[in-house]
Structures are given as C-alpha cells and as structure tokens.
C-alpha cells in the first residue's frame, strides 16, 4: 500500500490524518507565529501613524513658509484727491509697497584686481575668509591650480561665500559675494603666498587689490507718511510707420540699419525680398524693435515700435536702395544728401508726397538769370497748401541740405528727376514720438523712462496710467497694514492649532468606563517622540526674542495656550501692540540673526526659529524619519521572522502527515491481521464436551 511522502494524507485506515495534522500545526502557529503577525500589525499602525504625524507637520511648515516677513511687516497705500471741480482725474496710479529693489537685502560683492590667464598659483599657499561674526575658513591649495581653481576650491570649502570669474578686456578677475545679505555680514580675507593679492580689509590699513563692487545692505520698508503727487506726462515708447506700399512690391536691392537708443547698430537683410520678408527679418533681430503691417484697405505700412519707452530710446533706421523708404531720423525729418552752395536746377520735376497725398512742386527761379536754387525748392513747398512739410535748409561746413520736417504723423518723401534727383529721399512718419514720464513727488521733478516710477520713494513703485489736471490735488498716503498683521496672527494661531488637534487626536487615551476593562489608546499615545516635537513646538514658539523694543514674546501681543493646549488670540491686546509698536510685531515674528549658523539665537524671530525647527523635524535624518525608519526595520526582521516560522511550519506539516501516513498504515494492517487471525480462531474445531 501508498503511503504519502508530503503533505497529501491517505485515509488507508483508522486515522484521520489530516485533522490530526490541521490540529497540530495551528496549535504550533498559535505559539509562535500569532504574537508575531500581532506586532507586525503594530509596527504598521504606528507607521501609518507617524505617516499622518508627518502630513501634518508638512501642512504646518508650508503654512509657517508662507508667513513671510512682509507678512508682518505689511504696509498699504490709498489715493485721495482733494482738487476742485467737476473735471478731477480718478486713479491715475496705483502704488505697490515693498516690491521693488530699494528696499531689498543686499549681499557684499568683492572683486580682485586682473589676472593674467597664465597665473598659476602655488600648492600650500592659503587663503582664510570670514563673513561677518563667524569663524574664518581656511582654504588651502593642494596643488598648483589656475584661478578657475583658486574658485573651485573656495567654493569647496563652504566659506560662506560665493566665488565666480568675470572677465573683461584686461583679464580675468576673481569675484567673491557673501551667501548672505546684510551689513553684517561683510566679507574679510587674509592670504599669503601667490594668494596674497586676494587679501580684504577695508578697516585695514594695508592697500588691497581686491574692490568692492557690491555694498551690503539690511532690507529696509517703505516710510509711512503722505506725498503728493502730479503726473504731467506719461512714459511712451516710439512708434514709427511707412509710407503706403503697394502689395506685392518687392525690395531687390540694399541694407537696412537699425540703431535703438545707445544701442548698437544692428544691420538687416531680409532673405525674402517681400515687405513680409522686411518685417520677419527685423523681429529675428536684436535691434530693440518690433515690426508689423498694417493695412488701409489699399495700401501696406511697415509699422516700427521701440521695445522699450522713454525719450533716450528713439529710433534711427537708415535705408539704402530699395529700403531708402524706412529711412528715419529720430529727429522726425528727413535731410537730403549735400547739395553745393549756389547749385541751381534747370531741368526735372520734384513731388512731393506726405502721407497717402502727392503733390508736384513748381519752383520759381529767384537766382541769376531767372535760375532755380534750392531756396527756391523750400520757398515752393513751404507755399504749398495742405503739404504738412515744413522745409528748411541747413549747411554742414560743406554742403548744403534740404530738410522736410513733418507737421504732423504722416511719412513724408520727395522724389526728384534729371538735375532733382539729388534731392530723392524720405523718412518714415512718427506715430508716437519717444518719451519720459514727467510726474512731481512733493514737488521735486521725476522723470522715469518707463511708466513704472521705481525709487523715487523708497520702498514704492508708481504704475502711472493718467496725467492729471491743475485741478487735481492728489495724495498717496503710505501706512501700516494693521490689518495683514492681523490676518498674519490669525493665520499662525490656526494653523498651530490644526496641527494640536491633530496630534491630540493621534495621541488621545481615553479611560474605560467598564470595570476591568482596559484604557482605549491612540497608536501614538504612548510614544515619547511626539512628545518630543511638542515639547520643541512650544519652547521655540514661547521663546524670548530681542529688539522687539518692548515686545518680546507672543504673550505680548495676546497669543497664549489654552488647557487644550491650542492658541489663543486677544484681538484687543494685538490691535494696541500693532498701533503702538508695529515694527516690533514684524520683529517678533520675523527678525533674522545676521549670523545664520546661530540658529537657535534669541535674535531670530519665532516664525524664523519654526521654519529651521519644521526643516529639521521633517529632515532625511529627522525625527520623523529616524522613527519611522526604525519602525520599517523592525517589521523587516518580523517579516523575515514569520517568513522562517512558516517555513518551518510547512516542513513539520510533511514530517507529521508523513508519520502519520506511515501510523494510519501500520494501523490498517494490524486490523487486517486481527481480523484473520479472529476469522482462524472461529474456524478450529470445538472441543467435545
């Protein structure tokens, strides 16, 4: 007979092995696997609550990341007009506060003197740098190095300082900006050897090569107060236009040369020779311009803008051949080629054409003999009715020049035959001439390129977009935002709170009420290192912080712990500490140590001293991670624990089916053999009595 040699039992007899077995092995996997399979399912509920711990804490950090020190520091500006009249100007600007450079951190910037690219300087040699209050950092040459590797190894050193090369046409120069912004964080450097002439100390009485190029400054706000303002003249950018062009004319022959501003001089040649291909050649080049067309129904116009506003970027566009129609001065008038003193005109004709309208200009002969001069041409088209030309002549010392000056916005051109075809030529018409914005700040004139009036207050940027009247009396009134600090509060309280109650309910031990029946737990009830991050929350957030003149700690301006453990706000103690000390609010939320390695420094604001705190907790090698981590290495080891038990398990499940089998057989012929042997002892003769 068969017998099983794994886990397959026979019923060949009077056992029933695989109950048997079933028993035996549940009674091993209660033993030793259940109490694993029991603390695996708690390492998982602990991780999946440190999971929720640590979402919680990120929505926090990004909350606190928001609270900026404009947050609390916030200023607002308002328009008032107290002109008279029925006429008065609405909103000619608007003001943003704080936003533009002046009032921004500034960090040191330092620069050596030329140094040849052949330099080498020498391994050993040293250099020490120091940044405001902290430690000098030595760095030192491990071997000969150029001075792209005099940088590299400053850079290496995390010295607190930047370190880049700008060339220029007297050679290479080693430039070195502080990581920091701020006058107290200036740079000090001290060298020796080949390195010496990188050495910087400006209190020092030792002559230094090395210049400074860049001061540090302290961010700075805008001052509160009232000023007045007029607006005279908006910023504009030049806008230029062809005379018509005929759809379809091609430019065969020539060059254009723009020139923008100080600019350079930037030449065209288009690579198709359509007014299309005019227009696509200059927008693909630098030349600070924009060109479209313009259509009047019958005619194109090339159409010509500055990129940028403002009376020192005008336009020059010189034309040869073909192109002489784009021609501009940024004068607005067009100047014909020399023409000799005296030269007379006996033969041709000249027309004029201003705008869409042409006129033919019939000189009258005033010189010798009844000869035409050019006086004669600018006396017949200045008497020439509904031209829009003004003509006049000047002398460059040589030659003289006629020259056409537009009255108005239209191209104007002359075209002349035989003896006037010297006089051939034109300039483009002027939609809108190049100019500043004019505007008055508590009287002093301010002129500004572009109608974004940046520094003439500090802290302030004026978006102009009306002039105003004489009858207008404007006033910009620049204040504290006592109600963004307010909102600022608010927004820290609540979002400490949605982190406390969370972590109140992850953590909550609620006592049983039925005798004998034990407490119910939070996973993280019983876990230390929570208590660890409130116990940081609470000390850093009631933390003393200096220069607050008076305020100090959040207590000061009303926030305290409720017995729940979440914040409170008193809006009336804030909104008298906001009237009475609005920079000391800004100070207590938001000041920064100019030493930024001192992190725990009480000169650091609490909202300072939370970020780098949340940074920390929610770090690679935080809190968070660290526990968790460890957690995920525990389950591991359980895991591979149960995986060997029920390996185990799986083994002695064949061992015991197998003697089972091998029992249920021995059993089955023991049966067979009782039952001959009882069949035999019915079968003998009876003895005779």
């Known amino acids: ?24 092995i549940s009674a091993e996997s209660q033993s030793q696997l259940t ?32 609270l900026t020190s404009a947050s609390f520091s916030s200023q607002k500006s308002s328009l008032s007009n107290a002109g008279t009249g029925t006429n008065l100007t609405t909103d000619p600007f608007s003001a943003d506060i704080n936003t533009d450079s002046s009032t921004k951190v500034l960090a040191q910037k330092i620069q050596s003197a030329a140094v040849p690219g052949s330099k080498i300087f020498n391994a050993g040699d040293s250099i020490a740098i120091k940044v405001g209050t902290g430690s000098p950092t030595f760095v030192t040459l491990k071997a000969n190095a150029t001075l792209a590797g005099v940088r590299d190894a400053i850079n290496a050193s995390k010295a607190g300082v930047s370190a880049s090369i700008v060339k220029d046409g007297t050679g290479d120069h080693l430039v070195l ?40 400054r302290d961010a700075t706000q805008a001052a509160s107060g009232a000023y007045t303002v007029g607006v005279s003249q908006l910023a504009q950018a030049q806008k230029l236009s062809s005379a018509g062009i005929t759809p379809g004319t091609t430019f065969e022959t020539g060059l254009l040369a723009i020139k923008t ?18 227009r696509d050649a200059i927008n693909a080049s630098d030349a600070g311009v924009n060109a479209t067309i313009v259509s009047d129904g019958t005619n194109d116009h090339l159409v010509i803008s500055a990129k940028d506003s403002g009376a020192a970027n005008t336009i020059r566009i010189t034309g040869t051949d073909n192109f002489s129609v784009f021609s501009f001065d940024p004068s607005g008038a067009y100047t014909s080629p020399g023409v000799t ?45 509904g031209a829009g030309v003004t003509a006049s002549i000047t002398n460059d010392g ?10 108005g916005t239209n191209p104007v051109s002359l075209t002349g035959t035989t003896d006037y075809a010297g006089l051939t030529g034109g300039s483009m018409g002027q939609l809108m001439k190049a100019q500043d914005a004019k505007l008055t700040i508590d009287g002093v004139a301010v002129t500004s390129k572009s109608n974004k009036v940046e520094d003439a207050i500090s802290g302030v940027t004026l978006n102009l977009s009306k002039v105003t009247t004489a009858d207008d009396n404007i006033t910009l009134n620049i204040s504290n935002d006592t109600t963004g600090i307010t909102s600022a509060a608010n ?14 309910s992850l953590t909550a031990q609620t006592p049983s009420t039925t005798l004998g029946t034990s407490t119910s737990s939070s996973p993280l009830a019983s876990e230390s290192s929570v208590q660890t991050i409130l116990s940081q929350l609470r000390s850093t957030m009631f933390a003393s912080v200096d220069g607050g003149n008076g305020i100090s700690t959040l207590s000061d301006i009303g926030i305290g712990f409720q017995k729940d453990g979440t914040l409170a706000l ?20 938001s000041a920064t140590d100019p030493d930024t390695t001192n992190t725990t420094s009480s000169k650091n604001g609490i909202v300072t001293k939370l970020q780098t705190l949340m940074t920390s907790l929610l770090s690679d090698t935080g809190l968070i991670a660290t526990k968790t981590n460890g957690l995920q290495a525990s389950l591991k080891i359980n895991q591979d624990r149960q995986t060997a038990i029920q390996t185990r398990l799986s083994n002695m499940k064949d061992a015991y089916t197998n003697q089972f089998n091998q029992l249920n057989v021995t059993l089955a012929s023991m049966q067979a053999t009782q039952s001959y042997l009882t069949q035999q002892l019915a079968n003998l003769p009876k003895a005779s009595s």
């Open 1 to 24: 007979m068969a017998t099983s040699t794994g886990t397959i039992s026979t019923s060949a007899g009077p056992l029933d092995v695989s109950t048997l077995v079933s028993q035996l």
């Open 35 to 66: 109490p694993l399979t029991t603390q695996a399912s708690s390492y998982n509920t602990l991780i999946s609550a440190y999971g929720n711990l640590k979402s919680a804490l990120s929505t926090y950090q990004n909350a606190i990341k928001a």
């Open 177 to 216: 900006e502080a990581n920091t912004g701020g006058t107290g964080n200036t740079i000090k450097v001290t060298s020796n050897g080949s390195l010496s002439d990188f050495a910087y100390d400006p209190s020092g009485s030792t002559p230094s090569t090395m210049t400074q190029t860049q001061a540090p």
């Open 261 to 278: 501003g100080t600019g350079s001089t930037t030449v065209i040649k288009p690579t198709s020779n359509t007014l299309a291909g005019v």
């Open 341 to 385: 003193t005296g030269q007379t005109y006996a033969s041709g004709s000249l027309t004029l054409k201003s705008g869409d309208k042409s006129f033919t200009i019939n000189p009258t002969g005033t010189g010798s003999g009844g000869a035409i001069t050019l006086n004669d041409v600018m006396t017949a088209i200045n008497g020439t009715t």
């Open 398 to 407: 040589t030659k003289d020049h006629l020259v056409l000056t537009p009255t």
């Open 491 to 504: 927004t820290f309280v609540s979002a400490y709170n949605s982190l406390a109650k969370t972590i109140s």
């Open 570 to 589: 008193d809006a009336t103690k804030l909104s008298t500490a906001t009237t009475n000390n609005f920079a000391g609010i800004a100070n207590l939320f």
